[in-house]
């Protein structure tokens, strides 16, 4: 079965709050994962913060989910969600209940965390949102239990995000949760979101962490190192393929991402044998053999290093 991801479109809703979350699903399901994408509001047509109309849309209480699947609320225009035309609509409420009683992760992006207060959902729960409105959130909710200075919290099924970048690096860790940094490093490339910033005190993996330049011919064999892991990486032909001397390659390498280029196949294979690990159906030879290891000892010494 899929997994469904259903973004409850409310009025006044903010479009890149909305479209980079939605992105993000859009780039993992041309990857080739298993997800769905429904939207869902409590009118059959809107205006977004923009003006721009949208609809029509399907009624949220006419949408589906099992347990494992997921609700995105995108932020909307703070007054909107604050004004007492929002709060009359119990309805959507009770049906976030209902959906987090059955399973179902909420997912808020900036100001969506409003909405999941109101429905009562951060009671007790570590949770954020924008910088401009933690405050606010704060004297409104004293419940919730309101992060400072963090792009994103998840807490068990609720995830909470600061705005419309941090809404993406949430979107790309949830995706991480269920694919496997390859697939998150993928999409990421794709939208050239190289640096993937972390939530609260998460490692960024190697995919992510040596991403924070701009040099184009360093993310050629960067991104050459990762999809070809598996095979014997010679000095010569990375160098070729960022059309500079051996020498200058190695030093560029260094200087830009802060590693050689040996501690960064490494690192690499190091994430890969990680991810590899999760299956216990595979041999150990097998397993060396993904990563461009002749055996299992030399997999074993990467894995037990501290570098």
Request: glycine fraction near 6%; aromatic fraction near 8%.
């Amino acid at each position: 079965m899929k997994t469904r991801f259903i973004f409850l479109i409310l009025p006044e809703v903010h479009l890149l709050d909305l479209a980079g979350a939605d992105q993000v699903l859009s780039e993992a399901i041309d990857f080739g994962t298993g997800f769905e994408i429904v939207y869902c509001s409590c009118a059959s047509t809107l205006q977004t913060s923009a003006g721009l109309g949208l609809g029509p849309l399907r009624h949220f209480s006419d949408i589906s989910y099992r347990a494992g699947d997921y609700i995105i609320i995108p932020g909307s225009r703070i007054k909107y969600i604050t004004s007492d035309t929002f709060k009359r609509h119990t309805d959507v409420f009770e049906w976030l209940n209902t959906a987090y009683q059955n399973g179902v992760h909420l997912v808020s992006i900036c100001v969506g965390a409003f909405v999941l207060a109101e429905a009562g959902l951060l009671d007790g729960k570590n949770c954020t949102t924008h910088f401009q409105l933690t405050q606010q959130l704060k004297h409104q909710y004293p419940a919730a239990q309101v992060q400072e200075n963090v792009l994103f919290v998840s807490e068990g099924t609720l995830h909470t995000s600061a705005g419309i970048a941090s809404g993406i690096d949430l979107m790309l860790h949830i995706l991480e949760q269920l694919t496997d940094s390859f697939m998150a490093h993928q999409v990421a490339r794709e939208l050239v979101v190289y640096n993937r910033r972390a939530g609260h005190t998460e490692q960024l993996g190697p995919h992510f962490l040596y991403r924070n330049h701009i040099h184009s011919g360093i993310h050629k064999v960067q991104d050459y190192i990762v999809t070809n892991i598996s095979k014997k990486l010679y000095l010569s032909e990375l160098a070729e393929l960022a059309n500079m001397s051996e020498r200058h390659f190695t030093r560029l390498f260094r200087k830009e991402i802060g590693i050689t280029v040996n501690a960064y196949i490494n690192k690499i294979r190091v994430e890969r044998l990680k991810t590899l690990l999760l299956h216990p159906d595979l041999s150990k030879q097998h397993l060396a053999e993904q990563v461009g290891l002749k055996s299992y000892k030399q997999a074993e010494r990467l894995l037990n290093s501290k570098g």
